[in-house]
């Protein structure tokens, strides 16, 4: 009996978990970058946690272009901190070919993406959920 209850409760836990992470699932466009640049990038369920890949690229007036990032892992590692709303994980900007420790908090259809590495952090702006 005590078996089943804990089963159970590991269960309902182990949904919730998904259910918190399926909210950062999506497209998102991302803020621009040092160059002006934006992307949109497709946010999904890797094993346990979450992964987003840079599938569009903008140019600072907005129209499509040509990047050599696009198919790139921009986030990965990614899961819930068990504080609504938060995630971290790793993080990789084009930019400044850099890869980050992670930290998004998403707020409706807002994401706030920033990243720390080797103790300097840097905001990555607001991202904006995409349909």
Do not use: H
């Amino acid at each position: 009996m005590k078996k089943s209850v804990f089963g159970a409760i590991a269960l309902v836990l182990g949904m919730t978990g998904m259910a918190m992470a399926d909210d950062l699932v999506g497209n998102w466009r991302t803020a621009p970058d040092d160059n002006g640049n934006t992307g949109i990038i497709a946010v999904v369920q890797c094993g346990a946690a979450l992964c987003g890949t840079l599938t569009q690229s903008f140019n600072s007036s907005g129209a499509p272009m040509e990047s050599a990032n696009i198919g790139r892992q921009i986030i990965w590692d990614t899961a819930p901190t068990g504080n609504p709303g938060e995630y971290a994980g790793r993080l990789y900007s084009p930019d400044r070919d850099r890869e980050y420790r992670s930290s998004l908090v998403l707020s409706g259809n807002a994401l706030s993406v920033s990243g720390c590495v080797l103790g300097m952090c840097r905001e990555g702006g607001v991202w904006q959920r995409v349909n």
